[in-house]
């Protein structure tokens, strides 16, 4: 048998694996035809025709929306703003609680603390890696606002049960989609299920514009809130004749007309991008199925995937080594895998030692907030197990990986297996 590659042994895979890369002519002519115009950005902060931004913005927003069989969909810089932007509109202050994921970028929590509101951290469940519905109804209370839900790694999370408990307690239900562009969920897009959606184009995403985001929502009210928030709401309130003032401190979350140009053109590669991440997915979980201890992916009835990234559950026991030591043997065989995902964010410094906003600890020191949050090691044990002990990842499923490639990844996850007794 060969040696492993952390013994000594040669490596499986010396030569560095292809990027993904989906930017190509098209987006390279739309973009010359903006700079042709000279027009870069028309957004115009006040209550002007241009409040709504240039004619590529408008566009991309159009199209997003009918693309996903949505009302609206409002552009923005970035997903982090659109988490922002939606919390506001979603009318969470100070006081007010709002159930999040612990297990996820860091934005989709601290949304609710820019907002002055108090993240309260529900589990995940164990086969999906998005909240879980269960946990999320043992974490409301008389002060909770809203409830953020993360399409992790691509897949949906429970929409229809989550949207029951939201319904149940008069909640607002923000869906994190920034991970799952084009899957599916009972017919329906990941990303349309709640009252508003968020969409990443950040540049390691599914599709991109280099930084950049889309909130979609079937709401008139939420849908003006989410464009004044973008565009200097404070100034523009008056002469759009707005009434509620709640959180109408506005940002310049702008999107540029090159972005928005960029937008369009992905968008139209996004379905036989996600085809090919299915194809690729299948693939893996058809060989890595054969392997005893290795739990591959679990896709819900009624789900199509988004695979922004592919998860593999590891069992110490069956292997008789840690998760982290067969890590180390994958990555001498030139196979990079993550140990986990995020480190569990209620295990950060800013929630171990409560300090947000200011140097007193705003919000968690604010005495108008009476509710009890904890923050201690042991809340979410499910995320805990995952994250320590036992998930993997792997960004195996772009379309720049070719299935020779992939027989590579195989191949090492084989080796390490068959050769297991070295480590």
């Excluded at 030569?15 to 903006?34: L, Q």
């Excluded at 932007?85 to 006081?95: E, K, N, Q």
């Excluded at 590891?314 to 292997?319: E, N, P, S």
């Amino acid at each position: 048998m060969p040696k492993l590659a952390i013994n000594g042994g040669t490596p499986v895979r010396n030569t560095p694996f292809p990027g993904y890369n989906t930017i190509g002519d098209e987006e390279k002519r739309a973009v010359m035809e903006v700079l042709d115009t000279g027009v870069l950005s028309k957004f115009l902060g006040t209550w002007h025709p241009d409040f709504y931004g240039g004619p590529r913005v408008q566009k991309l927003e159009k199209e997003w929306a009918e693309y996903f069989g949505v009302k609206h969909a409002v552009t923005v810089n970035s997903a982090t703003s659109g988490l922002y932007a939606a919390v506001g509109a979603a009318g969470a202050g100070p006081g007010d609680e709002v159930i999040v994921s612990p297990y996820t970028m860091a934005a989709s929590a601290t949304a609710a603390l820019v907002y002055g509101a108090i993240p309260v951290f529900a589990d995940i469940d164990p086969d999906i890696f998005c909240l879980s519905p269960q946990s999320i109804r043992d974490r409301i209370s008389t002060y909770t606002k809203a409830i953020i839900v993360v399409d992790i790694f691509g897949h949906p999370a429970d929409m229809d049960e989550i949207m029951t408990i939201a319904r149940e307690q008069n909640l607002l239900v923000i869906e994190d989609n920034a991970q799952g562009p084009g899957a599916l969920y009972k017919g329906r897009y990941s990303g349309t299920l709640a009252d508003m959606g968020v969409f990443s184009l950040n540049y390691h995403k599914t599709i991109h514009t280099g930084e950049g985001g889309v909130v979609v929502t079937d709401d008139d009210d939420l849908a003006e809130r989410l464009q004044l928030i973008r565009n200097h709401a404070e100034v523009v309130v008056r002469g759009k004749e707005v009434e509620n003032l709640v959180n109408m401190v506005g940002f310049n979350y702008r999107m540029t007309e090159i972005e928005a140009a960029i937008g369009s053109e992905q968008l139209k590669k996004l379905s036989s991008l996600i085809e090919g991440r299915n194809e690729r997915a299948a693939y893996l979980t058809k060989r890595f199925s054969r392997i005893p201890g290795l739990t591959v992916p679990t896709t819900r009835e009624g789900v199509l995937h988004g695979y922004y990234v592919y998860p593999l559950r590891f069992d110490a026991a069956v292997f008789g080594v840690s998760r982290d030591r067969f890590a180390d043997a994958l990555l001498a065989e030139g196979i990079s895998v993550g140990r986990g995902y995020v480190r569990p964010l209620y295990l950060e410094p800013m929630y171990q030692k409560r300090i947000a906003i200011g140097k007193d600890g705003f919000p968690f020191s604010y005495s108008g907030y009476k509710g009890d949050v904890s923050y201690e090691p042991g809340i979410c044990p499910v995320t805990e197990q995952m994250h320590f002990n036992e998930l993997l990842t792997g960004d195996f499923c772009h379309s720049g990986l070719g299935f020779n490639d992939l027989d590579d990844i195989v191949a090492a996850f084989v080796k390490v297996v068959e050769n297991i007794s070295e480590l």
